[in-house]
């Protein structure tokens, strides 16, 4: 496995991929969801190229930047049995040199939901994303359900931007008792780990609803409010209950839906989502 951070060593060892090149984007604190990627992108791709970089321009200026867990030694030692041929480890100077003034942006994607939340997040997402595929110039990129917005975000930008890839999206992994898996779960002590699960129960509730006939989009939406208020140290930001590809919010529910929610437990902010539909 070849290990390189510069952009010279990474288009050198890019020379040295062949066949289709499958490429997984992560900020590194590798759990489960991750590795799910790259087994996807090993099965489908002959060469694997895993990026690890915490990007600060996704991150605001209240968020927690300083303290995203990273641990590479560990990411390294998870990466390895899985037969991925080269990791992409950047620094922030390397991406960002001195000057740097360039962005991509999408546009009514990025509005709701998490963009609402967190104004130039989506900004930082895209515009590195885009590096990373310049860089890597891989065949097939994975990202994973999780962040359901950010890759429609993705798929949006690679169809208006062509580039040469197909974007794959793979299922989220879960905990056993239904947690998402998520790099901040770290953040999560005491019954603040059990309160994370209102989340998965919330969507629950709304798949329920739903499976039992109610397509009101309002009332799957209150359902899923109705258990975050039940749970004290849950604070909502937004639930959702969306058209799965404009992500406009639905007055009634007919084709595939995105439902989906950011609640604050504690001082951890967590999203989820289920695609009903
Ligand atoms: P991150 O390191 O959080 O930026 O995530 C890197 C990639 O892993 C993104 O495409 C995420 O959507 C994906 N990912 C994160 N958590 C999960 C999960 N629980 N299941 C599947 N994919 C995930």
Not at 31 to 38: F, K, P
Not at 146 to 162: E, G, W
Not at 220 to 238: D, F, N, S, T
């Amino acid at each position: 496995m070849m290990i390189v951070s510069s952009l010279d060593e990474l288009r050198s060892a890019r020379l040295l991929l062949d066949g289709t090149v499958g490429l997984v984007p992560t900020m590194g604190y590798l759990h489960e969801g991750h590795l799910s990627l790259i087994r996807r992108a090993k099965a489908e791709c002959k060469s694997v190229v895993v990026s690890i970089f915490v990007n600060p321009t996704q991150f605001g200026p209240n968020e927690d930047l300083a303290k995203y867990p990273r641990d590479l030694e560990r990411d390294l030692k998870l990466i390895e049995p899985l037969g991925v041929d080269l990791v992409w480890n950047p620094t922030a100077e390397v991406m960002y040199p001195n000057g740097y003034q360039t962005w991509v942006e999408v546009e009514a994607l990025t509005k709701g939901l998490e963009g609402a939340m967190r104004p130039s997040h989506f900004r930082g997402v895209t515009t590195v994303v885009a590096k990373l595929f310049n860089a890597v110039q891989p065949h097939k990129a994975y990202f994973g359900q999780k962040d359901a917005q950010q890759a429609a975000v993705i798929r949006r930008m690679t169809q208006d931007l062509n580039f040469p890839l197909e974007v794959v999206v793979c299922p989220i992994v879960r905990e056993a008792d239904g947690l998402a898996m998520s790099s901040r779960n770290k953040y999560l002590e005491g019954d603040d780990r059990k309160a994370a699960l209102v989340l998965f129960q919330a969507l629950s509730a709304a798949k329920e609803a739903y499976e039992t006939g109610e397509r009101d989009a309002e009332t799957l939406r209150r359902k899923m409010k109705e258990v975050i208020a039940a749970e004290p140290r849950a604070q909502m930001q937004y639930v959702s209950c969306a058209d799965y590809d404009s992500l406009e919010e639905l007055e009634t529910v007919t084709g595939k839906t995105l439902f989906s929610m950011a609640v604050l437990i504690g001082k951890t902010r967590l999203i989820d989502n289920f695609v009903l539909g």
